[in-house]
């Protein structure tokens, strides 16, 4: 009797423990810069509560980084924060900007996926879904695209200006560089520093690093609450950091290309200025006296002549400063 009561029980041990284990959901975080938007938290943290419900399948965190809200935006996310634990918050004692926002949301978020959106309900949070379906198509970082937007005229035209100035420079064809609703693979976020106005150009870093970059139209709503943060100084700072990205992206480690392509256009407009009026002097007979192109050409020559010699000094620099770190490697496999 003994010997039957110990073979029944055997294979029930053996059944439990091979069981297998539920799957593991994937993690989405959330990161949200806002600053002085404490009547549109609520109304979004309701909204992204229904994209949650919607979206059983995954798990959610939402960091929202306040950067230095001088309003009641904090004491607001205290209160979302005890009705949801799902939702947290970084507050800055003062107001840095949208890329230290960003920088910082990054570095907390432990989701494998990593969704950024505006804080002041333009952005739609009932995207999500869409922008997880294209990911999921093989890109790296998806970014959204207002086709339809509600701006002040300004703001709107301007934007076009800077969007198509930005893809024409970089190559990458995007239409809404500075669309706030991104979703990014976790890697993708860790690899790219953010700082200055550098959150416009997330695409184009993520681009030259070697990721996938896509786009997807989506939403755009009027903005219900508060004003815009919008500025033509904003707008100077977007291209003046539009400028630091082309040269230390894609000349850092070859500052001969850039200065020695500009030294050459420098030196052989000023040489064909020179050689143009030193033909009209011998066979024409023309004085050179009161020329004032003469002493253009000489002066662009002899840019031209700096500008190249500035790159070459560059080049040194970069060779002798060179890192293996600078590499963003994929795979390693010895």
Aim: with cysteine; net charge positive; glycine share 6%.
């Amino acid at each position: 009797m003994e010997n039957k009561r110990r073979r029944n029980i055997i294979p029930k041990l053996r059944r439990r423990t091979v069981a297998s284990p539920d799957k593991q959901k994937r993690k989405i975080s959330i990161v949200i810069p806002a600053f002085n938007e404490e009547d549109s938290l609520r109304p979004l943290a309701l909204e992204l509560r229904k994209v949650f419900n919607e979206m059983k399948d995954y798990d959610f965190e939402v960091i929202i980084v306040d950067d230095g809200s001088t309003d009641n935006s904090l004491k607001v996310l205290n209160e979302i924060k005890k009705e949801d634990q799902r939702f947290k918050f970084i507050s800055f004692q003062k107001n840095y900007g949208k890329s230290a926002a960003l920088s910082i949301g990054f570095k907390y978020a432990t989701g494998d996926l990593i969704v950024t959106m505006d804080a002041d309900l333009q952005d739609d949070p009932h995207e999500i879904p869409n922008l997880v379906k294209k990911i999921d198509e093989g890109f790296d970082l998806i970014s959204g695209w207002k086709k339809i937007r509600f701006d002040p005229f300004i703001k709107k035209y301007s934007s076009r200006i800077f969007n198509f100035v930005t893809s024409f420079l970089t190559g990458i064809k995007i239409h809404d560089f500075n669309c706030g609703l991104k979703i990014y693979r976790k890697e993708v976020a860790q690899s790219i520093k953010v700082y200055g106005e550098m959150h416009r150009y997330l695409p184009v870093l993520a681009h030259w690093n070697g990721f996938r970059v896509g786009e997807i139209v989506v939403k755009h709503h009027p903005r219900r609450y508060g004003k815009t943060k919008f500025g033509a100084s904003r707008f100077m700072k977007g291209f003046l950091d539009l400028i630091t990205i082309l040269f230390t992206t894609r000349y850092l480690r070859r500052p001969l290309h850039f200065f020695g392509t500009l030294g050459v256009i420098l030196f052989l407009t000023g040489f064909s200025i020179d050689l143009y009026l030193a033909y009209e002097w011998a066979f024409q007979g023309k004085y050179l006296t009161n020329r004032p192109m003469l002493w253009l050409g000489i002066l662009l020559i002899l840019l031209g002549v700096q500008t190249i010699a500035i790159g070459l000094i560059g080049e040194m620099i970069a060779h002798h400063a060179q890192r293996v770190e600078d590499y963003h490697i994929k795979v390693i496999n010895l």
